[in-house]
């Protein structure tokens, strides 16, 4: 699929991995529009982008948890532009810290961006990306967290364990319409995702979690200089929309972890005799998700 001049939407697109898409889409001759809430970031990456000789993009202000903001949008991208062919949920907080321990501000914070967030960009620009018909695309940047879980970030982790779900169903719901979807799982990456934690909203400042240790995190910060390029992730994100991939891994180090999820998995299935009649409605299950995934549109009626 050619990409020059369809139009692209990113999400926290001046810094981090969105950054490294928006580069990625521009190289690939899209036109597009960015949103931030760094005017820093915003003024460095419009620098880049006059610096290399590429069109300014549409700079727009959001919290993606404003789902006012988010429909006001959907109008100025249908007033610039005319039409949206590639969406991006990619903003996101990394904010880490012990279940156990936290508060109902922690996950509303955590979650309202990370799953929220995706949640209000489909919901106020889908019927732009359906209106232009067939070869648009709807990419959700999850994190290895969507498969791998620890002890410092439950909620991060339910957060990403939530965009996964939501776009493996999506990409169902969205093939007959020709409108690709993939989830994106990255890995330690060049930004500065890790600084979250000291950005945190007064609406939720009363965290179960400790006090932010700055040097501490600055500390935990040095391990992402080890990240790949945000520009590899955005060139690789790039690559699998094209060839329509529905799950992008852009890190290659997981091997022995999907090895252990997959040998745990089928261990902890009990080895009994299925009844014929659970085992007809499971094989419909699979049927069905075939045919979706072929493009066909699924109802109940086809799971029984």
Same mark, same amino acid.
């Given at each position: ?32 529009? *960015? ?9 460095? @990456? ?81 019927? *732009? ?84 240790? &700055? ?16 520009? $590899? ?25 999907? &090895? $252990? ?6 261990? @902890? ?6 009844? $014929? ?15 979706? @995934? ?8 086809? *799971?029984?």
């Amino acid at each position: 699929m050619g990409w020059t001049q369809k139009v692209a939407l990113v999400t926290g697109g001046v810094s981090g991995i969105g950054f490294g898409v928006a580069r990625a889409f521009a190289a690939a001759g899209m036109r597009l529009a *960015l949103t931030y809430r760094d005017e820093a970031h915003r003024a460095d @990456a419009a620098h880049w982008f006059a610096q290399n000789g590429y069109d300014a993009p549409l700079f727009l202000k959001l919290d993606v948890t404003d789902r006012a903001r988010f429909a006001d949008i959907a109008q100025e991208l249908d007033a610039h532009f005319g039409r949206l062919d590639v969406l991006v949920n990619n903003a996101g907080v990394s904010v880490f810290g012990p279940t156990d321990t936290a508060s109902h501000a922690d996950y509303d914070w955590i979650m309202g961006v990370n799953f929220g967030g995706v949640v209000n960009g489909i919901v106020a620009l889908l019927p *732009l990306i359906k209106r232009g018909g067939p070869g648009g695309h709807v990419v959700n940047v999850a994190s290895m967290a969507a498969y791998l879980s620890g002890p410092q970030a439950g909620i991060y982790t339910a957060s990403k364990f939530a965009v996964r779900g939501l776009t493996e169903s999506l990409r169902y719901n969205l093939a007959p319409f020709g409108i690709g979807c993939s989830l994106v799982c990255p890995a330690l990456t060049k930004t500065n995702a890790w600084d979250s934690a000291l950005k945190r909203p007064d609406a939720f400042a009363q965290s179960g979690f400790a006090p932010v240790d &700055r040097a501490e995190l600055e500390q935990f910060g040095t391990a992402f200089d080890a990240g790949m390029d945000p520009l $590899e992730v955005g060139e690789k994100i790039l690559a699998g929309m094209t060839r329509n991939d529905g799950l992008i891994f852009t890190h290659p180090e997981f091997a022995d972890d999907f &090895r $252990e999820i997959y040998e745990a998995s089928l261990a @902890a299935l009990p080895d009994e005799e299925v009844p $014929e009649a659970r085992r007809e409605i499971e094989r419909l299950r699979r049927e069905a998700a075939r045919a979706a @995934a072929g493009g066909k549109a699924i109802g109940l009626a086809d *799971l029984t």
